[in-house]
């Protein structure tokens, strides 16, 4: 067993069962011991595969886009882009390469700031970013990202997805959902279940009287109070811009189908689906779909318009055809460019897989 099992282990001795949320927050940030907060190689060699893994070509056209959105405010003020969940800095040094290239003249008012609470990944990222220093900046907390007036874009690409999550049994009898928490029994991690606490009960999703009485016992649904808040509280900052997400996630109909009746939940080591969610904890990617309804909701309710929600393929795609629409004003396309983008974008690769969304403030 190693030494962050232990650390849960102790808490649960000390505290009570902890709900699945506070198990995946220490597995995968606990300091110095979390999947996260160690060096991880991502891409072939590592546990999982990333757009960014594919080659600079992501961070190429989203540079192009937001030199697009950036471009259009004519005002002098500073611009800034603004990334939540960068891990090593790889995109931001694709997006401010090809913003070097092409439109400088938007690099000299910009200002990228990397909202980065673990000084270990921050560590990594300077090292990545070191020849961007003086234009890059970071912060600990969304909150603190430009606090000065200016066009911004707010962004993250997989970062959601990886906020711990509650995980909710349906009580077929009852008509309402479960916590599942997390004990330990004879040094093993094991699952339990127990009524919801107010806090979080008050944030359950409602299920309409026809499903309640089909939804079968037993079904599994992934609840993310955290991805909310800082959904919503990224859009309280966003006075001027865009405010978007690249990430795998379901719109509610989907989360509800009869074939997700386990949830959406997976561990990830060596690019596969690994054993049980509580087995060996700080040693492989936990990850779950992120509720794009429930997102989508806290941006309106902080006065933030939906521009749209699709699929990578077609958010990149729409992406291509204004770089074709100005000749000499993006990368030539060589046959590894070509390559990239195909598994960007195609729908057997990660252009289904993933979903953009977009909202926006005037």
């Not at 999947?35 to 546990?47: K, S, V």
Request: charged fraction near 25%.
């Amino acid at each position: 067993m190693n030494r962050l099992a232990l650390l849960i282990q102790e808490e649960i001795r000390r505290d009570g069962p902890i709900s699945f949320a506070r198990f995946m927050e220490l597995a995968l940030y606990a300091p110095g011991l979390g999947y996260y907060e160690r060096q991880r190689e991502i891409g072939r060699r590592g546990d999982f595969f990333t757009s960014v893994s594919v080659g600079p070509l992501l961070g190429e056209l989203l540079g192009f886009q937001f030199a697009q959105w950036l471009g259009r405010d004519g005002a002098p003020n500073r611009l800034h882009i603004v990334e939540a969940g960068a891990h090593q800095g790889a995109l931001a040094a694709d997006i401010l390469g090809w913003l070097r290239k092409w439109r400088p003249d938007l690099l000299a008012r910009l200002e990228y700031c990397l909202v980065e609470a673990s000084p270990a990944r921050r560590a990594w990222q300077e090292q990545t970013l070191r020849d961007w220093l003086p234009l890059v900046k970071w912060v600990s907390d969304i909150a603190e990202a430009c606090p000065e007036p200016g066009s911004r874009i707010i962004f993250c690409n997989e970062f959601l997805d990886a906020m711990p999550v509650h995980r909710l049994v349906w009580d077929a009898a009852g008509k309402k959902w479960e916590e599942c928490v997390v004990a330990c029994e004879k040094g093993a991690f094991v699952s339990r279940q127990a009524p919801p606490p107010p806090e979080l009960a008050e944030g359950l999703p409602r299920i309409a009287p026809e499903l309640a009485a089909v939804l079968p016992p037993g079904f599994v649904l992934e609840h993310s109070p955290a991805a909310v808040a800082w959904w919503k509280k990224a859009a309280a900052t966003l006075a001027r811009g865009k405010l978007l997400t690249i990430d795998y996630g379901l719109a509610e109909q989907e989360r509800l189908r009869p074939e997700r009746s386990g949830g959406t939940l997976r561990t990830f080591a060596r690019h596969h689906a690994g054993g049980g969610l509580l087995d060996n904890p700080g040693e492989c990617d936990i990850t779950a779909h992120i509720d794009f309804c429930a997102i989508e909701e806290a941006g309106r309710a902080a006065g933030l318009a939906t521009e749209g929600l699709m699929e990578q393929g077609q958010f990149l795609t729409k992406i291509l055809a204004q770089t074709l629409a100005e000749p000499g004003g993006f990368e030539a396309w060589t046959p590894a460019r070509t390559r990239q983008f195909q598994t960007l974008t195609h729908p057997d690769h990660l252009g289904r897989a993933f979903r953009v969304l977009i909202q926006s403030a005037k």
